[in-house]
């Protein structure tokens, strides 16, 4: 049966305990999403020192994602079963002891367990710190308390994979995982001294076993695909082409399931909501963008224009400038002005950065480069705030936390389809340009033969001139394609700010109870 609901919501915390709080929900955010992105640029270092292939490595980043896809969208289901506090302690504990597992991990299939644990366990926290740090505040304060959240996030992808590549550089790769131990105590230890007392209602649900099921089966096939794509070639491959059948049939029968149901595993009736659909498909398919163009920027950077991994760092790094310094700002204005017309400001800032970074090309100095990434920081700052508002504006505190886990799940997923639609086409794009441009060589072309000849009288040989001019092309034709990319990013931006009108206006940004999250 299911404890007694609290008569009235827990106050909000003062002083040294809302400090306290607010800074160890923000370091488990951050412990969590740094832990996601930190062994992206670990692989070659892992994969050499176990002895095994880089494909094989990758799996260390696959079974990650795919547990944590799988996990998300169960925190409002779990939430119900266990409570607030007590799932996320748990989820705090056993990211820690899955963290220590990993690093003593002593061969590849033990990294890869250690790894698919860590991704489960990692599932609730994001959205639990939301619910937990919105719960801290008052309400006509909730909007600060998102923003505090927001600055975690947009840092830490970014320091994810320059803290990860200075640890493996200087000391070695377990200690990406072990940084977690200490941070993860301190969490635990602080959120239990907090929020022992602030336990969110318990009912015990029956478990949804199909659901589960089905819902395991269609995420871990479209995250397997999206994750192993680009290396399997895509649809030339039978292996890509049997995860999408069953992905979409898993989809499908997981839908008509959970619509059915009168205990779900996730809660799909949220989509009902005129504001949460409308916001989460805009902020979905805004950090799609956002996060393909965090994959793409740095590679185009390091394979085509020869910066170091630390260079390549050193450009994208700026972001979080803005970001941190105007996110509490936006999050004391926002309760005053419409969160549309917050959210438009950012899509329309991150269609002028992509527009900038369209006019790029193989001459690029820093400075050039660093403007939009500037300008980026900014647009993040008023991209998560006030689109999360939206998106849990109006729901009632107990469908808070399910709503925030479904709204991170949907994001997150989109985010990986975003990096792998984008890599994609940026192959392809590269592809038809290179092809494009090779027209114009031949003997038929003086141009062309005038640069092999100069390049002979500098004592290249002849074969040596056609691999320099190919070289060349490949460059050009590469940044041709990451111009492009951004070019269509930019005006899908502008089409995203019709989106965000669709939603209703709220007079305040987001009604908080005893419990909250995202």
């Not at 965090?294 to 224009?305: A, E, G, K, S």
């Amino acid at each position: 049966m299911s404890a007694p609901r609290p008569q009235a919501p827990h106050p909000p915390l003062k002083g040294g305990q809302l400090a306290m709080g607010t800074l160890a929900l923000s370091l488990a955010v951050f412990m969590n999403v740094l832990d996601s992105s930190i062994a992206n640029v670990s692989i070659p270092a892992i994969s050499g020192n176990l002895g095994v292939s880089p494909q094989q490595g990758t799996w260390v980043i696959t079974s990650f994602a795919v547990a944590n896809a799988i996990s998300v969208p169960l925190t409002g289901w779990l939430t119900t079963r266990f409570g607030q506090v007590r799932l996320f302690l748990s989820s705090i504990l056993l990211f820690v002891i899955s963290s220590w597992l990993c690093g003593m991990a002593p061969n590849i299939e033990i990294l890869i367990a250690a790894r698919i644990l860590q991704g489960a366990v990692a599932g609730p926290m994001i959205p639990l710190s939301q619910a937990l740090l919105l719960g801290s505040y008052p309400p006509a304060k909730s909007s600060m308390a998102l923003a505090l959240w927001g600055m975690t996030t947009l840092v830490a992808p970014i320091m994810g994979p320059l803290l990860g590549g200075w640890i493996s550089d200087n000391y070695s790769w377990p200690w990406i995982f072990y940084i977690n131990i200490p941070v993860g105590l301190f969490t635990a230890w602080a959120t239990w001294s907090i929020y022992r007392k602030r336990e969110s209602a318990i009912k015990s649900l029956p478990i949804d076993k199909v659901g589960l099921f089905l819902l395991v089966i269609w995420v871990g096939a479209l995250q397997i695909m999206l994750d192993k794509g680009k290396e399997l070639d895509w649809f030339n491959s039978g292996e890509i082409i049997l995860l999408t059948v069953i992905a979409i049939i898993g989809l499908v029968y997981f839908v008509v399931w959970e619509l059915g149901q009168d205990h779900p595993v996730v809660d799909l009736s949220l989509f009902k909501g005129r504001n949460f659909s409308a916001g989460v498909i805009a902020i979905s398919i805004g950090y799609g963008l956002f996060f393909g163009s965090l994959v793409i920027m740095p590679l185009w950077l390091q394979t085509q224009l020869a910066y170091t991994a630390t260079e390549a760092g050193k450009v994208m790094a700026p972001v979080g400038i803005f970001a941190i310094l105007l996110s509490p700002i936006i999050g004391k204005i926002l309760p005053k002005v419409d969160a549309r017309k917050v959210a438009s400001a950012a899509f329309m800032g991150f269609a002028v950065v992509f527009f900038l970074r369209s006019r790029f090309n193989t001459e690029v100095d820093t400075y050039t480069l660093l403007i939009p990434t500037l300008i980026q920081g900014a647009a993040m700052s008023m991209f998560f705030i006030p689109l999360t508002s939206i998106i849990l504006s109006g729901q009632p505190p107990d469908k808070i936390p399910a709503a925030s886990g479904l709204s991170n799940f949907v994001r997150i997923m989109c985010g990986g389809m975003g990096a792998s639609i984008m890599t994609t086409i940026w192959d392809s794009r590269s592809t038809l340009h290179h092809a494009q441009i090779a027209e114009n060589t031949g003997s038929s072309f003086p141009n062309f033969v005038q640069t092999v000849q100069g390049l002979m009288q500098q004592g290249i040989p002849e074969q040596g001139a056609y691999a320099i001019i190919d070289r060349a092309i490949s460059v050009q034709a590469s940044t041709m394609a990451a111009t492009d990319i951004f070019w269509l990013s930019a005006y899908m931006f502008i089409g995203l700010i019709g989106l965000v009108w669709l939603t209703k206006p709220k007079k305040s940004a987001v009604p908080v109870d005893a419990g909250g999250a995202h």
